[in-house]
């Protein structure tokens, strides 16, 4: 019986352990969690949501207070366009984050960045460029573009040194947003090095409408593979969302696929950023704890724990210190939600807001309990400790698991000395 250890992803002529940990903003993948799977040979994602925020709390900087302090004169002004981020900052800021974490990679495998371009931070291209740009001066060995079509992230980067060494990939959901990356980019010769395929049970912002439980990952990846196929292209196949095995994984490879990609398992992890307190909210979800909703601004669904204090919260917005979703004009769908709760109860101290949720703030203090559908399966991968809680496990522990398991089995930890 074959398990994922059995086989191998073979990117730019070397090969790797085929488990990629995904990309959790903000901050929840942290460089601790990625350098795990660097070193056991695999490729660990960091993630670029919110670096300022990021790097403040990793080195104690203080990128969001300047921000903040710059605009504090627009705090109660409903117009949000003069709302910039100073693109110097912001590229150091991206810099520390990767080049640290670069300089800590030991091992055989890989870092790579998960770059959304859903974040617009008041000015898409520019702060994209920026990014993106600054993740490759700080020695990143790959950037994964999500949320986003992104037809033009790669011409924003295409004069960059490292442009052709760098891997790229690209997360998408459809064969029809692979082929419109693929003809956007054609003019610039420089095909993606891997293809991520996410499918309707994972984790963070869906590329599905609500109607997200009609679609099957196996289906999408078997598209995507004739299509590839067909145009004689030999780009790695990663698919993504709902693999919570080794086997779920060794179905995939052996089918073809280059590699998988995961994220839920890892959410138990020591490594994992979310604070403790919440990792138990994970473990002890069921089935019935977790929807699909609409609240974030970006206009996309996003899975997420009901009991997210994230859900109806009505705080007023707080781009001066974040303001990570606001387009080219100054705008987040979560303000006109906001102002016209606003109106409606101008003498109420706490508002509420059903429709959206202030996504920068509550990611940032780890109030939306974003998490992939197989999250109620967490708690039969570890153990019940006496206090009723939930044995945290090591990335370690769940990367070997996933490597070497077979017939669905899910190894638990070792139990800690009482
Ligand atoms: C807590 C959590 C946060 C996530 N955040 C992001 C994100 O910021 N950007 C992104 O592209 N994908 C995000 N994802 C998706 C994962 O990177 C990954 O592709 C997917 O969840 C894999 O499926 P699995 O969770 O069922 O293993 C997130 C997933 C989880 C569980």
Excluded at 88 to 93: H, I, K, M
Excluded at 242 to 261: C, K, N, P, R, Y
Aim: proline share 4%; net charge neutral; hydrophobic share 40%.
């Amino acid at each position: 019986m074959k398990c994922v250890d059995d086989f191998r992803l073979k990117l730019g002529g070397r090969e790797f352990v085929p488990i990629m940990t995904g990309g959790m903003g903000v901050d929840i993948s942290t460089a601790e969690l990625a350098l795990v799977s660097a070193r056991l040979g695999g490729i660990g994602h960091i993630s670029d949501a919110m670096v300022p925020t990021v790097s403040d709390r990793r080195f104690k900087t203080g990128f969001v207070k300047e921000k903040q302090k710059k605009y504090k004169y627009n705090v109660f002004n409903a117009d949000k366009s003069v709302v910039q981020f100073d693109l110097e900052r912001l590229a150091e800021a991206t810099r520390l984050h990767v080049g640290r974490t670069m300089e800590a990679k030991r091992g055989a495998g890989l870092i790579f960045i998960n770059c959304m371009e859903k974040l617009t931070m008041g000015s898409p291209r520019d702060t994209l460029r920026v990014r993106l740009s600054s993740a490759m001066d700080g020695g990143i060995d790959g950037i994964t573009l999500s949320a986003g079509l992104h037809l033009g992230s790669l011409a924003l980067v295409q004069d960059h040194p490292r442009f052709r060494e760098v891997k790229f990939g690209i997360i998408v959901s459809s064969l029809r947003a692979l082929l419109l990356f693929l003809r956007k980019n054609a003019r610039l010769e420089r095909l993606p090095d891997y293809i991520i395929v996410e499918g309707p049970l994972a984790g963070g912002h869906l590329g599905f409408g609500m109607d997200w439980a009609k679609f099957d990952l196996k289906v999408i990846v078997t598209e995507i593979h004739q299509h590839l196929a067909q145009q004689g292209l030999d780009i790695p196949v990663i698919p993504a969302g709902g693999i919570f095995t080794g086997t779920d994984a060794v179905e995939f490879l052996a089918a073809g696929a280059g590699a998988i990609q995961v994220a839920t398992r890892f959410t138990a992890t020591n490594e994992c950023g979310l604070p403790d307190k919440i990792k138990q909210e994970y473990l002890k979800a069921n089935e019935e704890d977790i929807e699909v909703n609409m609240i974030s601004p970006t206009g996309y669904p996003m899975r997420m724990l009901k009991a997210s204090p994230a859900i109806g919260s009505g705080i007023r917005p707080n781009c001066e210190a974040y303001g990570y979703l606001l387009d080219a004009s100054g705008n987040c769908a979560y303000h006109d939600a906001y102002n016209r709760e606003l109106e409606k109860h101008p003498d109420e101290k706490t508002l509420s807001v059903m429709d959206k949720t202030c996504l920068c703030t509550h990611m940032r203090n780890f109030d939306c309990w974003t998490c992939g559908h197989y999250t109620y399966r967490l708690k039969d991968t570890t153990r019940r400790l006496p206090d009723g809680s939930y044995q945290l496990l090591t990335a370690e522990h769940v990367f070997r698991d996933y490597l070497y398991s077979t017939d669905h089995r899910i190894a638990l930890p070792l139990q800690t000395p009482a």
